[in-house]
């Protein structure tokens, strides 16, 4: 079974905190690996995706993820966060051979306190 | 810059009433995705399309029928509507293969089956 667990369901930090979100995935083979961000009442809008190669991306409004082969993991950070960055995060797999589709999280509420 | 566009973008209907949920990209991408979001779940696939004519069935696809008429245009069929289909839908579309996990979406439609 394919699956993407994302532990928080919600995360709280004052403005200019850093904050990591935490995602783990249970896959076999090669795997694609993004993260969304959902404001409230809008669609999933795409942050950064991971293939191969370096294993730190960098996404927009600096976000940036770390994938980790031994920890199965996929953690997005933020170094100093703003309140605008208040929203749900989606965490997202799929296989190189599975025709595009994603299975996703079930997403983290991060809280950004003024 | 990419579009994906949903009608209606609210949806009241009765239990047994039939609802036609219209996407539209102008990505010119091959792939399209039907999904749901409930509360806890995140986003699942319903039905997605690589192309005009094609088909495929997601992880929750009971109850629904999809079509694909154009590379523009993907419609979800729910022809007896039950109130565990109340939920909000959202449509994107995605190139596929080597943007595997980049994928563009709509502002949801929210439908309420009573």
């Known amino acids: 079974t394919q699956t993407v667990s994302q532990s928080d369901a919600h995360v709280t930090v004052f403005e200019g905190d850093s904050v990591e979100l935490r995602c783990n995935y249970s896959?076999?083979?090669?795997?694609?690996l993004s993260w969304y961000i959902q404001h409230h009442g809008r669609g999933l809008q795409f942050l950064l995706k991971?293939?191969?190669?370096?294993?730190v991306v960098q996404g927009v409004n600096g976000f940036e993820a770390e994938f980790s082969k031994s920890d199965s993991s996929f953690h997005l950070r933020k170094a100093s966060v703003h309140w605008s960055d208040s929203a749900v995060y989606f965490c997202?797999?799929?296989?190189?051979?599975?025709?595009?589709?994603?299975?996703f999280g079930a997403g983290t509420q991060l809280i950004v306190i003024p | 810059e990419a579009a994906v566009t949903q009608s209606p973008r609210n949806k009241v209907t009765v239990t047994g009433g039939n609802v036609t949920l219209s996407c539209r990209q102008t990505?010119?991408?091959?792939?399209m995705y039907w999904y749901r979001q409930d509360t806890g779940h995140g986003l699942r696939l319903i039905h997605y399309?690589?192309?005009?004519?094609?088909?495929q069935i997601g992880d929750v696809p009971d109850g629904y029928k999809a079509t694909r008429t154009t590379q523009e245009d993907f419609f979800l069929l729910l022809e007896l509507a039950s109130p565990s289909q109340t939920s909000l839908y959202f449509c994107?579309?995605?190139?596929?293969?080597?943007?595997?996990?980049?994928?563009?979406f709509g502002p949801g439609t929210r439908l309420t089956v009573l």
């Open positions: 994107a579309s995605g190139q596929g293969r080597g943007t595997i996990a980049e994928q563009f």
């Open positions: 896959y076999g083979g090669s795997i694609y």
């Open positions: 991971y293939y191969s190669g370096n294993p």
């Open positions: 997202a797999a799929s296989r190189g051979s599975a025709l595009g589709r994603l299975h």
């Open positions: 990505n010119s991408h091959n792939y």
């Open positions: 399309s690589y192309g005009a004519g094609n088909l």
